[in-house]
Every structure is written in structure tokens, then in C-alpha cells.
């Protein structure tokens, strides 16, 4: 059988398990979509060669892949310090948002005029081709302004029109629309999400048939962000029966071809969010986007890791805006006699929000250099949303609206206003326990592959529907396959352990960083030992892979802030990093709050209520809402 016919992992081992050829098909397709995203990188940026996918399976942690060096000046620093003080100037104006309540079409052209637009874009095409370290950090700097208006950046350029394009399109694609997207003439979205399709991709109804000069597109699409008539959307249909992705330009009036589907929605409520209805709705045979060796499953997955970075980029500057609005509020509340600031309780949720915002900023910086170097990106994609995402919704839930109480629910509140858009990133760009699976599908991928899948192949062969070691005749029939699984086990068991951190690593930071590297070869281990155990069944075992997808991801992310918080030199830095290294490490080693943890946690504190902490520059305080007279002041 030829490799481009060879069926891939998922194929493999759900067939092999037993289930329906309707389920080995769809998830087959998943993952076949996948591999070729994969092979459009060199063998050195894939994901087997990634820095988490080797620190679980060499037995030594590629240190200097988790530790991105500084953003460096460049000419594109102009672009992004304009862009910045449109935003800037328009929120002090109070003119984000038009009569409808969504961003205004002035600050929309007055970005455009910017460049805004085509930050992502080359210059080969009008852009200006900003470094993705560099748009991600500056987005998380825009949502510090404005998070909405920010995330319209990534919807263009990650998930919209312009990766695809970018990435797959033909030179005469290139030219006819990304100087248009890069000016900001027309603004894109990705349409791919159907009323039966979200996390299940292979449930796409959309078809596109072949007519003369191009094709005509039938079926509806649900939740498009920047879906409004004269924008321009990158469509998922089929085509064929098989995935395939087109340019649309949507006309600037609905008729009997096109229609909008409108509905509330609680989230994103500034943006455009709309469903797309289409009947045999005409589109040109030069818009069709046909990418090498691959569908429209890999168009769609290929902008996915760029917007799951954006994404904790975006969280990461929404953190920001919480934790300032809690500063005035906690020396303004008091509770008997005293204001809440001083309380330990309080500071050790200031301290926590601290921390979060530390790791976002360090796991973000991570993915993007990685990105810029070539790397696919995968799991530190994952790591980076997932991030993001829970612990935006942990800050807003436990820490926002509980310090501030009842007001929280007030019309004008951070927390009363967003609380919609805090939680829902938690679904975006693909919900987080389902990530979790896919995570630790990438992690145990190459390994089931050589060793697990040749045992399966055997027990099908020989009629047997499991493996007991105990088994003489079980070890005799697949002797071939055990000896070379035993090999590696004996190996990976025998092998050195080899210290490699940074020597020079702060006295706070250095203990963290040990602790993940010494980690990282036990989950090989543990992951060798689920697929020993479970065999064909472990695709129905869930829980089970979610959990070591987790606790794998939160070794990554300690390893990650402590290194990035060193290269910061700064104290409040260093304690954040501390902060949520002990906090994460609590979270599997079940360890208590300490009396050192705490002292930790009042330190920083401290710095943040003096507005010492870095994170906080240029970010403005939230007016107190309903502020009662003092005591004294009573009448």
C-alpha cells in the first residue's frame, strides 16, 4: 500500500477497536486532514520534533525551545504604535461603537488607514508583514484598550481570509485580494461552523457543484464572525463529497442566492456575528483555494494554532483590565473598619490574577517565536489556549466577580458588561477538554503508531481480541512486535536522566524548572502504560487521557513562565511566575497552601496595589460604580 493510501492512526486503531466504518470515516478524515497540515512543515518544525513532543520522549528537555529570547526593534514597531493610539484616541472620545451598539465603521477606516489590516499580510501584497511574537504581543496591549476591536485583528488575519490566502492561494489569488484585505477595502471572516457542525468537521452539509465557469454553493453556515453583506469569508463546503475551501465575496444585498440569518447572541456582542444562508449561490471556478496534497479540512486547521495563540494573547490583556479595576475597589471597599486590600483572602486573589496574566504572557511569546521559526505549533498552541482561556474564566468567575461583590451585575460593570465574552474563548477555537484529547492524541501519536499499532495489525491477523502478558501463547504469537516495544521500554527505562536547566535561573524560578524537567519523562512513561492497558479500547477512555493531557499541559506552562519571568528581571515578575508555578504544581501534587506560599502571594500583592507590578502600565482604572459616602460624611 502507498503512504498517501495508508490509513492513518485513528483509522487504524478505531477499526481495530470495532468501530463503525461511519465513525472510522469521519474521524479518519479528521485525522488524515491533519498529517497534511503536518507535511507542509519541514521534518524539523513537526510536531515530533516540537520542544514538548521531545521533552516527553528524548528524556531530555530541549531547554533553549522553551525560552523564547526578547522582541528586538523593528520598522514595524510604527505600525503598531498607530494603530494603538486610534484606538487609544477613539476610546477616549467615546466612539468605538455605531448606532447598533458594534464597532464603528470611522474606527474601522481610521485602523485601515493605520494598517491595521494587514499586519499579517507581506509586503508583497501591501502589508506589513509584523513577526507573529510581535502581533501577539501587541494584541495583547490592544485588548488592553478595547479586547473586542483586538480580536477583530486575529478574526482577519489568523482564522479569517488571510491565512488561507497567504498560505495556499495562488499568486493570482494573492494579488487580487489581500491588497484589498491589507488596506482594509474589504474585512474577512472563515466560515465553517454549521448548524450540525462544530467539533465534529466531518458533518458538513454545505455542497458546492461544479457549473459552467465555477461553482454554486448550497447550505448554511452558523456563529461567523465579520459575516455581514460586502465582506469577504473564506467557506468550508463540500465538493465532491470532499472538503473544499472558496473566496466569497458576499454580495452587498441579500437576495434569492444569499440571505443573512440573524439571531442574539450573548457573546461578542460588539462584533458581527451572523449565520450565511446560500442558495445555489454562484462562485467563480479562480476562487476555489486548492492546497498540495489536501482539503479543505487542512485550510481550515492550518490558521487554527495562529488563533489559539491570539487567542491567550487576548486573555492575557483582558487579565490586565481585571486586575486594575480591582485596585481602586479594594482600597475603596472596607469591611469592618478596615478596607478589603489588607485582607489576606484578597491578596492572594490579586496575587493569583497576577500569576495568570505572567503565564499567558510567557506561553504566548513561546507559541508565536515558535511559529516564526517554523514550527507547526501544535501542542503549544493547545497548551497556549487552553491556558488562556480557563484561566480568564477562573479570573472573571472567582476573582472579579466575587471581590466585587454585588456590583459585578451592574450595567457598566467590567465584569456585568464582558462576562459573556470572558467565558466564551473557553469554547472558541475549539473547546478545552476536547483539545485536551487532541493534545495527547499529538503526544501519543508516533509512539502508538510504532509500537501499539503493530501489535493491534497482529491481534486482528490471529483472531485474538486482547493481550495478556500472562498469556504464554498470547507473548509466542506476538513475539516480533513485543520484542521491539521491549526494547524501548528497557531503554527509556535505563536512560539517563540529564539536568539541563539554566544554572543561572533565579533562586525562585529554579526549583520550578527542575521539578518540570524531572516530569517530563514520567509522562512517557504514563502514556506508554495507558496504551499498554487499554489496548483497542483506549479511544473510549476519555477521562482518562484528558486528565494526563492536563497535567502534562500545566508542566509545560510552569516550565515556560519560569523562564520567561527570569529573562524579565523584575521582581513582581519573578513572584508572579512563583505564584503560578506552586499553584499549578498544588493543583496534581495535592499539596497544601503553605505559610511560604501565602508570605508569597502578600508580596506581590503588595507590588500590585502600588501599582508596581509591569503588567499594569498604561492600563486605566474602572471608576467605582455606586460609591457610598464615607461614615463621616453622613448626615
Known sequence: MSEANR??????????????????RRLGAVDRADEQVEALFQPQYQTVNSPVHRAVWEGQVPMAL??????????CDAVLERCYEVLQRARAAQRLWNEQGKVSQRLLDELAEAGYWGLLISPDYGGSGVPFAKFTRFLTRMATLDATVAGLASVHGCIGAVDPLMTFGTVEQKQRFL???????????????EPNAGSDLTALRTVARPVPGGFEITGEKLFITNAIPGRLVALVALLEGRPAVFVVELPSQEDEHFRMVRYGLYALAHNYNNGLRFERFFVPQENLLQPPGGDGLMVAYHGLNRGRLALCALAAGSMRVMLASLIPWVHFRRTYGKPIGARELVRFRLAKLAGYVAAADALTAWGSWLLDLGYRGELEGIVAKIFGSEAMKESAIEILMKTHGGRAFLHGHLFGDNVHDFLAPCIYE??????????????????????????????NETGMTTFRLWNPLHVWRLRRELWAYGRWWLAHRLRPHVVSYVPRLHPRLRPHAQWAEAMFPRYAEE????????????????????????????????????????????????????????????????????????????????????????????????PILMPYPEPAEVS
Open 66 to 75: 522553551f525560552d523564547p529570547p526578547p522582541l528586538e526593534p523593528a520598522p
Open 527 to 622: 502514556i506508554s502504560a495507558m496504551l499498554r492497558k487499554y489496548q483497542l479500547r483506549l479511544a473510549d477512555r476519555q477521562v482518562k487521557m484528558m486528565e494526563l493531557s492536563l497535567r502534562i499541559q500545566d508542566t509545560v506552562t510552569v516550565l515556560v513562565t519560569a523562564l520567561w519571568a527570569d529573562r524579565q528581571n523584575d521582581e513582581a515578575w519573578i513572584l508572579a511566575a512563583d505564584v503560578l508555578c506552586r499553584e499549578l504544581r498544588r493543583r496534581w501534587s495535592g499539596r497544601r497552601i503553605s505559610d511560604d506560599d501565602v508570605r508569597t502571594a502578600r508580596q506581590l500583592a503588595e507590588l500590585i496595589l502600588d501599582r508596581r507590578f509591569p503588567a499594569l502600565a498604561g492600563v486605566e482604572e474602572a
Open 7 to 24: 490509513p492513518s492512526f485513528a483509522e487504524t486503531a478505531l477499526a481495530q477497536a470495532g468501530k463503525s466504518a461511519e465513525e472510522v
Open 179 to 193: 491588497p484589498r484585505l491589507a488596506r482594509g477595502e474589504v474585512l474577512s471572516g472563515f466560515a465553517l461552523t
Open 430 to 459: 475549539g473547546e478545552g477538554q476536547m483539545l485536551a484529547l487532541a493534545f495527547f492524541k499529538s503526544l501519543a501519536k508516533e509512539h502508538g503508531r510504532r509500537y501499539f499499532e503493530p501489535i493491534g495489525r497482529r491481534l
